[in-house]
């Protein structure tokens, strides 16, 4: 299993994204948290992606945190299973 996850979040509204990201790291669930604007799958209109990552055993409170506070959002997660020099790039 790895040791960090990345958590990605797709959010509609820049508020919404800004207060879902400051509640996650105010809480400890992030070591590190990005946010970007993207086009929506459906290609009709801007959403907010935030990338999180966190550790293996945060995974699970940090995805219920995004469903409860952002009702609807895509939220996907992958293992960081390889770094060159040991430690994570955003550390």
């Given at each position: 299993m790895a040791e960090f996850i990345e958590v990605?979040?797709?959010v509609e509204g820049h508020e919404r994204a800004a207060a879902l990201a400051r509640g996650i790291f105010s809480a400890g669930?992030?070591?590190s948290i990005d946010i970007?604007?993207?086009t929506s799958p459906r290609g009709d209109t801007t959403v907010?992606?935030?990338t999180l990552i966190t550790t293996d055993g945060q995974v699970p409170t940090l995805e219920r945190r995004i469903r409860e506070t952002a009702d609807g959002c895509s939220v996907t997660r992958r293992p960081i299973t390889h770094d060159d020099d040991a430690y994570p790039d955003w550390l």
């Open positions: 990605r979040a797709t669930l992030a070591a970007a604007e993207v907010w992606e935030l």
